[in-house]
């Protein structure tokens, strides 16, 4: 079951493959069709399980740009986020963006065949937020995966996953939280800045917390 919750971090988040915008895509057919498709190069190219560069290439490429950091961010932040500056912001976003990266490159590193089963999405006209859900399977086990999205002009972002009801970005924000309070908003950035350089989040997966504990 533990090799299944790090693998969900990454296959379930697979939400970037480009796909043509000229038709609007449903975000439950979003995800099961770039899913799928990430799968499909893992399974086609083994040897990425041990190659760092190439799963955080196909990271960025393929499980990145769907992603809403500034509003992923900001939710880890709570209430601290108003005491950013714009640039204070943007600093923030970037560095939990690479502490992500990292995460969901182990995280791809330990797939072995899990099935995701997405379920059916109901939505009514101009609904702007839904929440995809799904299962991720593996022998007698089984995760449930919630996608919290929101339409954009740039079409449908993830914003939120919750992991048997787990919200995955607000496990952030009582560490997060705990830097602002000892070092203020300075103090977070260079803590995060100092782990994204020493690799430190990519050798702990499974515990978010461990990028802002002492």
């Given at each position: 079951?533990?090799t299944?919750?790090?693998?969900?971090?990454?296959?379930?988040?697979?939400?970037?493959?480009?796909?043509?915008?000229?038709?609007?895509?449903?975000?439950?057919?979003?995800?099961?069709?770039?899913?799928?498709?990430?799968?499909?190069?893992?399974?086609?190219?083994?040897?990425?399980?041990?190659?760092?560069?190439?799963?955080?290439?196909l990271?960025?490429?393929?499980?990145?740009?769907?992603?809403?950091?500034?509003?992923?961010?900001q939710?880890?932040?709570?209430?601290?986020?108003?005491?950013?500056?714009p640039e204070?912001?943007?600093?923030?976003?970037?560095?939990?963006?690479?502490l992500l990266?990292?995460?969901?490159?182990?995280?791809?590193?330990?797939?072995?065949?899990?099935?995701?089963?997405?379920?059916?999405?109901?939505?009514?006209?101009?609904d702007?937020?839904?929440?995809?859900?799904?299962?991720?399977?593996q022998?007698?086990?089984?995760?449930?995966?919630?996608?919290?999205?929101?339409?954009?002009?740039?079409?449908?972002?993830?914003?939120?996953?919750?992991?048997?009801?787990?919200?995955?970005?607000?496990?952030?924000?009582?560490?997060?939280?705990?830097?602002?309070?000892?070092g203020?908003?300075?103090?977070?950035?260079?803590s995060?800045?100092?782990?994204?350089?020493?690799?430190?989040?990519?050798?702990?997966?499974?515990?978010?917390?461990?990028?802002?504990?002492?």
């Amino acid at each position: 079951m533990e090799t299944i919750r790090r693998v969900v971090l990454s296959l379930s988040l697979a939400l970037g493959a480009p796909l043509s915008q000229a038709v609007e895509v449903a975000p439950d057919a979003l995800l099961s069709a770039v899913t799928s498709e990430v799968i499909a190069v893992l399974q086609q190219n083994r040897d990425q399980a041990d190659n760092a560069a190439k799963l955080a290439e196909l990271v960025e490429s393929r499980v990145l740009p769907l992603f809403n950091f500034s509003r992923m961010t900001q939710l880890a932040m709570g209430r601290n986020w108003r005491l950013a500056s714009p640039e204070q912001q943007n600093a923030l976003s970037a560095e939990f963006r690479t502490l992500l990266v990292r995460t969901y490159s182990i995280a791809l590193s330990n797939y072995r065949d899990q099935a995701i089963v997405y379920k059916r999405l109901r939505t009514a006209p101009g609904d702007t937020e839904v929440t995809v859900r799904s299962d991720v399977r593996q022998g007698t086990g089984q995760v449930k995966i919630d996608y919290d999205m929101e339409k954009t002009p740039a079409g449908w972002k993830v914003y939120d996953i919750k992991i048997d009801g787990v919200s995955v970005v607000t496990a952030y924000r009582e560490g997060f939280a705990a830097r602002v309070r000892d070092g203020g908003v300075d103090g977070l950035l260079k803590s995060l800045a100092e782990k994204n350089r020493q690799g430190d989040s990519a050798s702990r997966p499974a515990g978010p917390l461990a990028a802002t504990s002492r």
